[in-house]
């Protein structure tokens, strides 16, 4: 018997909440809209390679040869 008298009070609160509201308080609610701009939305552009800006990320331990050898100036 509960379930069934909340069954039917549930079913009626949504009707009587959609009937408090009128048309008044609906029309001034409407002029008083915004407009926001419009968006462009555009992708990233494409990422470049720079050959000369790589950096190696293996880093390497002199070895004897290197520790040995003097580049001439």
Same mark, same amino acid.
């Given at each position: 018997?509960? &379930?069934?008298?909340?069954?039917?009070? =549930?079913?009626?609160v949504p /009707?009587? &909440?959609?009937?408090?509201?009128? /048309?008044?308080? =609906?029309? =001034?609610?409407e002029d008083? +809209?915004? +407009?926001l701009e419009? &968006?462009?939305?555009?992708?990233?552009?494409?990422? +470049?390679?720079?050959?000369?800006?790589?950096?190696?990320?293996?880093?390497?331990?002199?070895?004897?040869?290197?520790?040995?050898?003097?580049? =001439?100036?």
């Amino acid at each position: 018997m509960r &379930i069934l008298l909340f069954a039917l009070l =549930s079913g009626l609160v949504p /009707s009587a &909440i959609a009937q408090e509201g009128t /048309s008044e308080e =609906s029309a =001034s609610a409407e002029d008083n +809209t915004t +407009t926001l701009e419009t &968006i462009q939305v555009t992708a990233p552009p494409p990422e +470049t390679v720079d050959l000369y800006k790589f950096r190696n990320p293996v880093d390497a331990q002199p070895t004897v040869f290197d520790r040995s050898w003097h580049e =001439s100036p």
